[in-house]
């Protein structure tokens, strides 16, 4: 948890930096970008008399680095422009191949893995690609900004960042309480991963590729479902940590209206673009979206509450049917109303020994 909170600290003040270097760096990109359009004229040697007695040829005038500077601004000015849009370009960038010490990381050999980072360092190749003068452009902003980047700066920043304002938020943590005598058994394991978690809220030090973080002063949340352990089924240590409890309503209705509507990917949503695919165009009405809240509430109340869980499985059975006859059905429009709704799903409501099965 504290190396993601390290490494998350990390991405965040290089894309601040990023964003802040991006005008240098757009700059460099953009000398580099009219090198690969116009090379620079190579500075020429006056040749020498072949002949003895022979006089030397006369040496250039400005004229030729003026010209080629004028050259390189109006081809500058076409750039700008977008005229040169629709030619593409070869350049070199940077290409860090994956070594063999990122394949092990996420595995639970962290300590390992920081330690063999520092022993053999990645080496860093060019790699040629052809690409549209955008999108050349955009690479070699890229690259010219991560050149621009103090990382030794931004590491420590980064460190600080999330040694004064992280915050960590362990969810579940109902999975690990719950103790019974006896000694033996699973609890044994979730006494032993609270013991685990105690230390790090306490405050450690905990070594990262960055170095050293300290979470004295990381703010740590915890969530849980206490509907079987209860907060006070944990180690007397741990429950000392966290001090401020608050206890969260069930959803309502109209918590599930706005679940139904609002979020970008909400469940409605998702099934009108999934039977868009077989050009049935769903009207969800809102009094039917009503009805699916009303009905995911009641059977929560009758059942277990499985809170906003409960809304996939109404929709599953309500739109089941008309997904499978789906391809036969050709191009239409059906409208979801409040009756249809009730229609498909009022006798599972009603055989309790069926709907704790469906529902």
């Known amino acids: 948890m504290v190396r993601d909170l390290a490494e998350t600290a990390v991405s965040m003040l290089r894309e601040e930096e990023r964003e802040r270097l991006r ?13 690969v359009l116009l090379p620079p004229a190579r500075p020429q040697r006056s040749p020498t008399a072949s002949l003895a007695g022979a006089p030397a040829a006369p040496e250039e005038g400005p004229a030729a680095p003026a010209a080629a500077s004028s050259t390189r601004e109006n081809l500058r000015l076409l750039l ?17 191949p994956q070594s063999f010490i990122d394949v092990f990381s996420g595995t639970g050999m962290e300590e390992m893995v920081v330690n063999l980072q520092s022993m053999f360092p990645q080496s860093k190749r060019t790699k040629r690609r052809r690409l549209t003068i955008p999108e050349a452009l955009e690479a ?11 990382m030794e700066r931004v590491t420590k920043e980064a460190v600080r960042r999330a040694e004064q304002d992280g915050i960590i938020f362990i969810d579940e943590l109902d999975k690990v309480a719950g103790r019974e005598a006896g000694g033996h058994g699973p609890d044994v394991s979730r006494e032993g991963v609270q013991r685990d978690l105690l230390p790090i809220v306490e405050g ?21 479902a206490f509907h079987v352990a209860k907060p006070k089924d944990l180690i007397p240590e741990l429950q000392g940590r966290f001090p401020i409890r608050v206890e969260l309503d069930s959803l309502t209705d109209a918590d599930f209206v706005r679940i139904l509507t609002e979020p970008e990917n909400a469940l409605t949503k998702q099934y009108t673009a999934l ?10 009405q809102a009094d039917a979206i009503a009805e699916i809240a009303r009905i995911a509430a009641e059977v929560n109340a009758r059942m277990e509450n499985i809170g906003a869980r409960r809304l996939h499985t109404v929709m599953e059975r309500l739109l089941d049917e008309l997904a499978f006859e789906a391809p036969e059905l050709g191009e239409r429009t059906i409208p979801i109303t409040a009756a249809y709704v009730r229609e498909r799903l009022q006798g599972i409501l009603k055989d309790e020994d069926l709907s704790q099965y469906v529902l």
């Open 275 to 284: 039977l868009a695919t077989e050009k049935i165009h769903l009207d969800i």
């Open 80 to 96: 700008h422009e977008g005229k040169l849009d629709d030619r593409s370009v070869e350049i070199d960038t940077s290409d860090t």
């Open 204 to 224: 450690s030090t905990v070594s990262t590729k960055y170095g050293p973080l300290k979470t004295d002063h990381v703010l740590f949340i915890a969530a849980g």
């Open 23 to 35: 005008p240098r760096a757009r700059e460099n990109a953009e000398e580099r970008l009219l090198d």
């Open 140 to 150: 070699l902003t890229e690259e010219e900004a991560a050149k621009l980047i103090d």
